[in-house]
C-alpha cells in the first residue's frame, strides 16, 4: 500500500469556505511536501515541512505535522474557485535518498 | 527556461513498438527524479539520478524500463516493447541535490503517454 493516504479522496466546498485535508503516513520521515495538480498533468510544489518542524504558513496555506501521529494535515483558508484541482502528500521517507512516495490525493473542487 | 521542460506532451503509440521520454531538468540542478501517474492515482516513483552518482533503480517496473542521464544534465526514459499498462502520465522532476535529494521536487507537466 501507499506510503502516504489523504482523507477525505474528495472535498466539495463553496468560495469562502476553508478546505481541510489529511495525510497520515506509516514510516518515519525527513519530510513531508504537499503538492497540487491541476487537470492531471504537472505537480505545483506547496508546502515542505521538515520532520522537526509541527506547523508552517504561507498565503491561504496551513500545514501541520505530528510525526508522533504519523500525520499532516493541509488547510487552505477563504477558499477560491482557482483553488480547484487535486491535492498530494508526499513524504520524503528516511534511507530513501530524496525519491517521494506520495497518497492517491484529495480532489478539491471549488464552487463559487 | 525557469522550469523543467518534457517532450513530447503527449505520445500514442501501438503496443509492442519502443517510445523515448525527454526532460530537461532546471539548471544547475543535480537530481533527477522519474514518476509515473495512473489514471485516478497518486505518483508512482521509477528511477532517481543524483550527479555521478549510480541512479536508483528500484522503481522501474520491469525491465522494459530504462533511464539515462546524458551530461549530468538532460534525461531520457525509455519504455520498449509497450504494453497497454504503460498508458499513464510520466512525469520528471529536478532538485538542487544538496541534501542527498531530501528538499523540494520541481516538476514537469509530464508526457501523457497511451499505449494502443
Known amino acids: 500500500s501507499q506510503q502516504g493516504e489523504e482523507d477525505p479522496q474528495a472535498l466539495s466546498i463553496q468560495e469562502g469556505e476553508n478546505a481541510t485535508m489529511n495525510c497520515s503516513y506509516k514510516?518515519?520521515?525527513?519530510?513531508l511536501q504537499w503538492y497540487r495538480q491541476n487537470s492531471g498533468r504537472g505537480l505545483v510544489h506547496l508546502i515542505l515541512?521538515?520532520?522537526?518542524?509541527r506547523e508552517k504558513h504561507s498565503g491561504r496555506l496551513r500545514v501541520t505535522l505530528d510525526t508522533s501521529k504519523k500525520s499532516s494535515s493541509l488547510l487552505i483558508t477563504a477558499s477560491r474557485a482557482a483553488d480547484t484541482a487535486s491535492y498530494f502528500c508526499?513524504?520524503?521517507?528516511?534511507?530513501?535518498?530524496?525519491?517521494?512516495?506520495f497518497g492517491a490525493g484529495t480532489q478539491v473542487v471549488v464552487t463559487p | 527556461g525557469a522550469g523543467v521542460s518534457q517532450s513530447p506532451s503527449n505520445k500514442v503509440t501501438e503496443k509492442g513498438k519502443d517510445v523515448e521520454l525527454r526532460c530537461d531538468p532546471i539548471?544547475?540542478?543535480?537530481?533527477l527524479y522519474w514518476y509515473r501517474q495512473s489514471l485516478g492515482q497518486g505518483l508512482e516513483f521509477l528511477i532517481y539520478?543524483?550527479?555521478?552518482?549510480?541512479?536508483?533503480k528500484s522503481g522501474l517496473p520491469s525491465d522494459r524500463f530504462s533511464a539515462e542521464r546524458t551530461g549530468g544534465s538532460v534525461s531520457t526514459l525509455t519504455i520498449q516493447r509497450t504494453q497497454q499498462e504503460d498508458s499513464a502520465v510520466y512525469l520528471c522532476?529536478?532538485?538542487?541535490?544538496?541534501?542527498?535529494?531530501?528538499?523540494?521536487?520541481?516538476f514537469g507537466p509530464g508526457t501523457r503517454l497511451l499505449v494502443l
Open positions: 522532476a529536478s532538485s538542487l541535490g544538496l541534501a542527498g535529494g531530501r528538499e523540494t521536487q520541481y
Open positions: 514510516t518515519s520521515i525527513n519530510n
Open positions: 515541512i521538515r520532520s522537526n518542524e
Open positions: 508526499a513524504t520524503d521517507v528516511m534511507g530513501s535518498w530524496g525519491k517521494l512516495q
Open positions: 539548471s544547475g540542478h543535480t537530481a
Open positions: 539520478f543524483q550527479g555521478n552518482s549510480a541512479p536508483d
